[in-house]
């Protein structure tokens, strides 16, 4: 794992933003998950990237308009999107300390990558129809749940493959 994985074991280790890539003051949160299927199967680990799907506009504005982005901006929708993928460090450090509290659960942040509005956030994932295949679980709907910001997690696995899916589409 990278250097600068955050857990519940160790202080936050955060590199030096390179401030031609990186977002600065927006951080990733990512998980590794431990699980056991059913019917004795071996034990498997899904990686997971956490989202705010309800991320205000005006919020996303906020953070967007610095960097020259505006509504009018073509791919606008995908740099909304990257930025409701993205927390502040207080947010990061908070749900990264949430999720290190879940049995099998081992959660970091990492600086966050300026948004391009030829990329997709995995928060676009949610508004694909008829996406009901279990990649996507609301955090917040766990009971003990404690955050003030509401939290989706998406299996890494299936972002991945659906940024592809689009990227291909797109291109043609």
Do not use: C
């Amino acid at each position: 794992m990278p250097d600068y994985i955050q857990n519940s074991e160790r202080k936050t280790n955060i590199p030096e933003p390179d401030q031609k890539l990186h977002w600065p003051g927006r951080f990733n949160v990512r998980a590794e998950v431990r699980y056991q299927p059913h019917r004795g199967a071996r034990a498997g680990v899904m990686q997971v990237v956490a989202f705010q799907p309800e991320m205000q506009d005006e919020e996303v504005r906020a953070l967007l308009i610095p960097l020259g982005y505006t509504s009018d901006t073509p791919g606008y929708r995908h740099l909304a999107a990257q930025a409701r993928d993205t927390f502040s460090l207080p947010q990061a450090e908070a749900l990264t300390a949430y999720l290190n509290r879940r049995p099998g659960t081992a959660a970091y942040l990492l600086p966050a990558n300026l948004p391009l509005p030829v990329l997709i956030g995995a928060s676009e994932v949610l508004s694909l129809p008829s996406f009901r295949d279990g990649s996507v679980y609301r955090l917040y709907t766990e009971r003990g749940y404690d955050l003030p910001f509401k939290v989706v997690t998406l299996n890494m696995k299936t972002f991945i493959a659906l940024s592809r899916l689009y990227n291909e589409l797109r291109q043609h």
